[in-house]
């Protein structure tokens, strides 16, 4: 619209000029006195000038006012045609000046001004003909003066006609423009969402911020249950549509008779302007309204993943819902690719649970019933002699079994006591190795360095479950008589050793079976530390005991 009114002004001055420049006849004719009756003239040229005065003066106001009464434009016509009467008539001076009006009509109003003020400057022009002092009347210059009238207001009213065509082109190319960088802008973003509601908050800011439209709601598919669900809405000032009442669980059946929103996604065709969307689901239906509304499938690979809802209440163009159209297209593949993400993320959440009850059970239930069947073979060489002292061992293996159900049940659920302390760590470690693994001939020395409550709870279990694999490694295959167990807590780094005196081993060959059941305790460290970002090495040699040295970050971005 400025660019409209600065445009305007710019044709205005130049009908200015051109005023001042058709005095230049009149100007001559007065100097070398060709005009009949020299005060006439004068007096008709001073009445010229101060009409240019005026409308040199007043530019902005006299635009304006034409602008908005059109009909003025007829008073510069009489003053055009009485002048020519004034001055010998068809053959007047000021016959270029009488062009001014037709310039002006062409310019302001194209053709149809520009033709119907010639008409009415030809009609004018033959009768203040005959006012001329002119003694013969040359018709054939007559002729072509009134053709001139025509001619020149038809080329100027045409020229005028195809730059406003031009001028509309050039806006909607900017608009279009601007549509496409609003759509570009938007596939960029929504290749960057984390989740399904920051793609549902960008595909509805987009389409009321960017295009302008009052409001839009937009909600998903479930593919399991086959509802609609998930509602979110926008008004074009960023305020939530459904603040104070938000349905976002309401559910709506993607049956036929639910309506135009449900068959939409069933057939996958948009429908524009419906006049009344109807659910099965009152809430929807209070928070939709009576707006009319474009109402458009999502689909990813003709798989219904969402609808959009536009508010239909304002005229909208054809290439503004083209745009719109865009912009639910690259939606319908945000959504549904998220939602593919989604479910593979869960599917890995499955597996990866798996493993981690897999583990769970090693480390506890395994390691337990290793130091069941371990005083169970003790117990047998013992009953044949010592009944009584099989029965009270027999007590601590029942106490032992009491504990790895206790122990079974707190992996398969996850539950792992958040307060675990330096001490209880030691103290747990300690009576690990005494009570299940039966090896009270073992010296076990277990220091704990550092601010132990920089680390998460998540870290103290994985690296408590570390030291209870090495240790049980210890018992199972060292044959040492002293372990040690050292946790250093740095500034970003936490360090678990353990190692031993006992036999030792050649890693070549340990790596090599890493695969085997019986080394499956090995590569559940390695497993479990690189799964928080940490590094596991193991140090032996045959005859020189082994080392097992882990190092986990504090942080996950460590």
């Not at 798989?303 to 865009?326: C, F, I, N, T, W």
């Not at 939602?339 to 599917?347: H, N, Y």
């Not at 018992?475 to 050292?486: D, F, N």
Request: net charge neutral; aromatic share 6%.
């Amino acid at each position: 619209m400025q660019n409209e009114s600065t445009d305007t002004g710019q044709v205005f001055k130049l009908l200015i000029l051109y005023r001042w420049l058709s005095l230049i006849p009149a100007l001559v004719s007065l100097a070398i006195g060709g005009d009949s009756a020299p005060l006439i003239a004068i007096g008709v040229l001073l009445a010229a000038v101060l009409v240019n005065l005026l409308i040199t003066l007043l530019p902005t106001q006299l635009n304006a006012m034409l602008r908005r009464r059109p009909w003025l434009l007829a008073l510069d016509v009489l003053f055009c045609a009485a002048l020519a009467g004034l001055t010998d008539g068809w053959n007047s001076s000021y016959y270029l000046y009488a062009f001014s009006p037709l310039l002006a009509a062409a310019f302001f109003f194209e053709m149809r001004g520009a033709l119907l003020t010639a008409a009415g400057m030809a009609g004018l022009f033959l009768v203040v003909g005959h006012w001329g002092a002119a003694p013969d009347r040359d018709w054939l210059r007559l002729v072509a003066q009134l053709v001139g009238f025509f001619l020149i207001a038809g080329t100027f009213g045409y020229a005028t006609h195809l730059l406003a065509r031009l001028r509309m082109s050039h806006a909607e190319l900017n608009r279009m423009h601007r549509d496409l960088a609003v759509i570009h802008s938007l596939t960029l973003s929504l290749q960057s969402a984390s989740d399904i509601n920051e793609v549902e908050e960008r595909v509805l800011t987009a389409v009321t911020g960017d295009l302008g439209f009052p409001c839009a709601v937009m909600a998903l598919v479930d593919q399991n249950e086959r509802v609609i669900t998930a509602w979110v809405g926008k008004a074009r000032d960023g305020r939530p549509l459904f603040a104070g009442g938000l349905p976002h669980p309401a559910r709506v059946p993607l049956t036929a008779d639910e309506g135009p929103i449900a068959q939409c996604l069933l057939d996958g065709q948009m429908r524009l302007s419906v006049a009344q969307v109807r659910t099965s689901n009152e809430r929807v239906n209070a928070y939709l309204g009576q707006t009319a509304y474009h109402i458009f499938p999502l689909l990813l690979r003709e798989h219904p993943v969402g609808v959009l809802l536009v508010d239909a209440s304002e005229q909208a163009d054809p290439a503004r819902l083209y745009s719109l159209q865009a912009i639910v297209n690259q939606a319908a593949v945000a959504v549904g690719t998220t939602m593919l993400c989604i479910d593979r993320a869960q599917r890995l959440a499955v597996q990866d649970e798996r493993i981690r009850i897999a583990r769970e059970l090693h480390d506890t239930v395994s390691q337990s019933l290793f130091g069941i069947v371990y005083a169970l073979e003790g117990l047998g060489k013992l009953l044949p002699d010592r009944p009584e002292t099989v029965k009270l061992e027999l007590e601590q293996v029942k106490a032992l079994a009491e504990t790895t159900r206790v122990q079974m049940r707190q992996s398969i659920m996850d539950m792992w006591p958040s307060a675990l302390t330096a001490e209880t760590f030691e103290a747990d470690l300690r009576r690990f190795v005494t009570e299940i693994c039966h090896a009270d001939d073992l010296q076990v020395d277990i220091q704990v360095r550092g601010p132990f409550a920089r680390l998460s709870p998540l870290r103290r279990r994985s690296l408590y479950r570390v030291a209870q694999e090495a240790l049980t490694n210890v018992v199972k295959h060292a044959q040492a008589r002293h372990v040690e167990v050292l946790l250093d807590i740095g500034d970003d780094q936490a360090g678990l050793t353990v190692r031993d005196d006992g036999r030792g081993f050649d890693p070549a060959i340990v790596n090599g079976r890493v695969h085997d059941r019986e080394r499956f305790g090995l590569r559940s460290i390695r497993e479990r530390v690189a799964s928080l970002g940490g590094t596991c090495e193991v140090i032996s040699a045959p005859g020189a005991g082994a080392t097992v040295r882990t190092s986990l970050p504090l942080t996950d971005g460590g």
